[in-house]
Each structure stands twice: as C-alpha cells, then as structure tokens.
C-alpha cells in the first residue's frame, strides 16, 4: 500500500446546523443554539481531499480560520512518507507557538485529514493504514443527559435504553447537593443491567466545586454503583483528581480537553484516573491518541475516548480506536445533531449496544458544496457556557 502524500492545499471550512427556535439544546451550563464543526480539508498532490475536524471548534470555531493559515507554511509542498507523520512534523516547525489547546487540535485536525485522504486514494477505510482492525467491533455507551430537570434527564435516559445503550452518561447539576439528588433520582429508576456515568464537566464547568464536595459527589455515584464518574475536577487540576480518586470507591476518568500527550502522561503519573479520555481532534490526531493509549496501558489505566463533535469526529476517533487493542468502549453522543449526519457517507452501524467498523474507504465522511450550502456557519452560537 502506498501511504507516502504531499499535500498541496489546504483549507478550514466552519459550519453549523443552527437548531430550530424552541429546540435547542439546553442544560445547567446554558443553551447550545447551534451545533458548530471547525473542520479542515487537505488536498493531495493527486487531487485527492481528505478531512479533519478541530474538536474545540464547537466552542470556538473562529479561531481556526488563523490557525490553519499559520500552519500552511510548514505543509504545502511539503512530502511525507505516511499521513502519520504530519503533525508531529507541524508540532517540530512551530513549537514556539503551537504548544496544545486548540493549536494542537488543528495540528491532529490536518493529520487526520491526510489519514483520509490517503485512505481514500488507496480504496481502503481509514483504520488500516492505522495497523488494522483490533476488532470488528466496539461496545458505546450512550453520551447526552443533558436537560435542566431531573425528568428531563430520566426521560433521555429511558430513550437510550430504548434504543439498545447498557450504558447511559448524563451531565451533573450546577451544585453538589442537586447533582446528589439527581444521581438518586435517574439511578434509582434504571432498569437491572443498566449501568450510569455521571459526567461533572470539570465540577462543573465554570465555577468548579471545592474538592471535598467533588469528594462527596463521588462518594455518592459509589453507593449508587456508577460506572465511572468523569473530570471531577478542573481540567488542569492534576493534584484535585489525584485526591478524588484515593478517597472515593469509583472510577475516575478524565481530561477529554487536554491537548497534549503530555498532560496525559502527568495525569496518568500522578495517580490521577482510572480512565484517560483522550480525543482525536483534541489532544493532536491519531498518532497523538495511540501514544497516550500506550502510555494508559503500561500503567493498568483504561482508555475511553471522548467523542463529542460532527461526523468527521466521530469517525476519526472511531477509526483509531477500532486499530487500537486496548481501548474497549466508545462514547456515543445521541443527541440530535444533523450536521453529524450529513457528513458521513453511511449511518453509523449500530447493534446490540456496539458500533460495527465501516467499510467505506477514508474515514467514511464527505464534504460537498450542498452541505457547505445547508449548513452555513452562524457566529456567536456553539457549545458556550453562560
């Protein structure tokens, strides 16, 4: 197979589904009035064109537009021997400036992009030139619970199990006491069988709890039999996830923002999780992602990936971790996000609680002028936290 490429253009392209007055998303953290993607598109001295996604983006798409130009310099022409090699090369030209955050979610954003790429001129899907398929396929567990009410949140529940999830993940409340009410509201009306995650977004979010009730919070999804129980803590406080973890009987994961192996490798150091989840489009691409993968399993630590995005997120984290034997279960967003969905080639195969491996050559995914028409970017909405 021939991996080697040469990129000759390359481009962001930002796009939204803006959501219908009256159905947006809504939670404690504020109301997501649309669905924003920062992607990039490659193209290969051949023509071919491949495409990533900046996982930030959905936050804060507009800062992309500059990164990828700052970039262009280190690329166009530029001859590479596998699309693996891409962002490490832009991450060795520009280490002054592009050291994580969004930067590096740019950087992983175009090695993605010539993963697809090459993948696509050469027929096959996209975890083959990643070492092959581990396994056919992959238990997901059923990410969304959002909502402002507890019933809100029961009623999502219940729809997952519905559709077949053995897993469901639901976001905390502002405060710890009604995160506490909560967790005994939704689990105690679960069925036999079905396990919960509860997801704190960094304890939570904006104004994050003192340790000793991130402590308790924890203490209680113990007594009630979570799975896990996700970023307790602010993302950078390494030390607040060490303790959290000795002092609760319960799996802790976290950071799905970091966006540097190497805060991974602190957070693993430190004794800090049970589960790293890492993320393509965060933390620098494929490469990036199998390197903490490696880092988590010489040191007995699960690895979940975060997977929050349009369909070129879901399925460069899909393709990477279908190649990688260590990581077992998938996060599976459900909530209704058309732009996701136009963007792959074929619906997510989806049975008995597992996600089947595509077939279809790349990562799967596809970039027309008619959803560059549909789905316009609309500054000033996304995933903002109020």
């Known amino acids: 197979m021939n991996t080697a490429l040469t990129v000759t253009g390359l481009r962001a392209v930002l796009l939204s589904h803006r959501y219908p007055k009256g159905e947006e998303l809504t939670w404690v953290g504020g109301t997501i009035r649309s669905w924003d993607a920062a992607l990039v598109e490659v193209t290969l001295s051949d023509g071919t064109r491949g495409i990533g996604e900046a996982g930030a983006g959905i936050m804060a798409a507009l800062a992309v537009p500059g990164i990828v130009d700052s970039f262009r310099p280190y690329l166009e022409g530029r001859g590479f021997g596998h699309p693996l090699e891409v962002a490490d090369h832009l991450r060795a030209y ?27 001129r050469e027929g096959v899907p996209a975890y083959e030139l990643l070492g092959g398929l581990a396994r056919p396929t992959i238990e997901a567990y059923a990410s969304g619970g959002l909502g402002t009410t507890f019933d809100e949140v029961s009623a999502w529940a219940d729809a997952q199990i519905a559709a077949g999830f053995g897993t469901v993940k639901f ?15 939704v689990a105690g009306r679960l069925p036999d069988g079905v396990r919960f995650v509860i997801d ?9 709890w003192p340790v000793d009730e991130a402590i308790r919070v924890g203490r209680k999804a113990a007594e009630l039999g979570a799975r ?5 803590c ?17 799996p802790i994961s976290g950071v799905e923002s970091n966006g540097t192996v190497r805060e991974f490798a602190e957070l693993i150091a430190a004794g800090g999780v049970d589960i790293a ?29 975060h997977v929050w995005g349009s369909g070129v997120t879901f399925s460069a984290n899909l393709h990477t971790v279908l190649a990688d034997p260590h990581v077992e279960l998938f996060e599976y967003c459900t909530l209704s996000n058309p732009l996701r969905d136009a963007l792959l080639v074929e619906p997510v195969g989806f049975r008995d609680g597992r996600v089947v491996a595509p077939t279809a050559p790349g990562l799967g995914v596809r970039l027309t002028p008619e959803i ?15």
């Open 94 to 120: 520009t280490a002054f400036w592009s050291r994580g955050g969004i930067l590096n979610g740019v950087a992983g954003a175009i090695e993605t992009a010539a993963l697809d790429a090459v993948a696509k």
């Open 234 to 250: 602010q993302a950078d406080d390494v030390a607040g996830y060490a303790r959290v973890r000795s002092e609760v009987d319960v």
């Open 277 to 305: 989840q890492p993320d393509v489009t965060f933390v620098g691409g494929p490469a990036a992602f199998a390197r903490v993968s490696g880092i988590a399993r010489e040191a007995g630590v699960a690895v979940v990936p």
């Open 200 to 208: 704190a977004v960094q304890a939570c979010a904006s104004d994050p």
């Open 372 to 386: 560059e028409r549909d789905f316009p970017f609309h500054p000033g909405g996304g995933h903002v936290i109020r």
């Open 228 to 232: 896990w129980y996700e970023e307790p």
């Open 171 to 185: 976001r905390a409340m502002t405060d710890p006491d009604t995160t506490v009410r909560l967790l005994v509201h």
